[in-house]
């Protein structure tokens, strides 16, 4: 699986990549395997890839510690530069204390909010190709991202990792 980007749209997605053709495209990933880490609090991250306003954001991770709480990000990713759009409010788990969650909603903004940096960290260590234990061949939804007949297909570079562009032809 390979992150993918529709140039006309800015639509995204992780792709299969078959021995002759793009089949399957995941709309979200949720990382089991690895975790976020920030100043020892680890966190699980969902990816979500929208249909809809892919101009505006086309990106939107959720960020979670079962003990403080989440936050919610919308990213914009145009194939060579990836930005901030927006922040959901963060939530609190019930358990959590006051200062525990106040400690994690300050982490979340300095190391991923404030600095570009943290962004493009981020990008590096998730938007990477991966494979899945089981294929699950039968699931072909490519017909539902890719509707017309002709595309090309390109490779580029972002944070050190391959990413397909696919722009419609004729």
């Given at each position: 699986m390979y992150p993918v980007i529709l140039n006309e749209?800015?639509?995204m997605g992780f792709a299969?990549?078959?021995k002759t053709r793009i089949t399957y495209m995941r709309p979200s990933v949720t990382w089991t395997d690895r975790l976020l880490e920030i100043e020892g609090i680890d966190l699980t991250v969902e990816i979500e890839f929208p249909e809809t306003e892919t101009e505006r954001r086309n990106i939107v991770v959720k960020?979670?510690?079962k003990r403080f709480g989440s936050c919610q990000v919308e990213l914009l990713f145009t194939?060579?530069?990836v930005h901030l759009v927006g922040k959901k409010d963060f939530a609190r788990?019930?358990?959590a204390t006051h200062t525990g969650y106040n400690r994690f909603k300050e982490l979340m903004e300095w190391h991923l909010f404030d600095e570009q940096k943290g962004i493009d960290e981020f990008f590096h260590r998730f938007f990477t190709?991966?494979?899945f234990d089981v294929?699950?061949?039968g699931r072909r939804n490519i017909r539902s991202f890719l509707t017309n007949d002709h595309y090309r297909l390109s490779v580029i570079q972002f944070q050190e990792n391959p990413f397909l562009l696919i722009t419609m032809e004729g």
């Amino acid at each position: 699986m390979y992150p993918v980007i529709l140039n006309e749209n800015k639509r995204m997605g992780f792709a299969r990549i078959g021995k002759t053709r793009i089949t399957y495209m995941r709309p979200s990933v949720t990382w089991t395997d690895r975790l976020l880490e920030i100043e020892g609090i680890d966190l699980t991250v969902e990816i979500e890839f929208p249909e809809t306003e892919t101009e505006r954001r086309n990106i939107v991770v959720k960020l979670e510690n079962k003990r403080f709480g989440s936050c919610q990000v919308e990213l914009l990713f145009t194939g060579d530069s990836v930005h901030l759009v927006g922040k959901k409010d963060f939530a609190r788990n019930d358990d959590a204390t006051h200062t525990g969650y106040n400690r994690f909603k300050e982490l979340m903004e300095w190391h991923l909010f404030d600095e570009q940096k943290g962004i493009d960290e981020f990008f590096h260590r998730f938007f990477t190709p991966f494979t899945f234990d089981v294929l699950g061949r039968g699931r072909r939804n490519i017909r539902s991202f890719l509707t017309n007949d002709h595309y090309r297909l390109s490779v580029i570079q972002f944070q050190e990792n391959p990413f397909l562009l696919i722009t419609m032809e004729g």
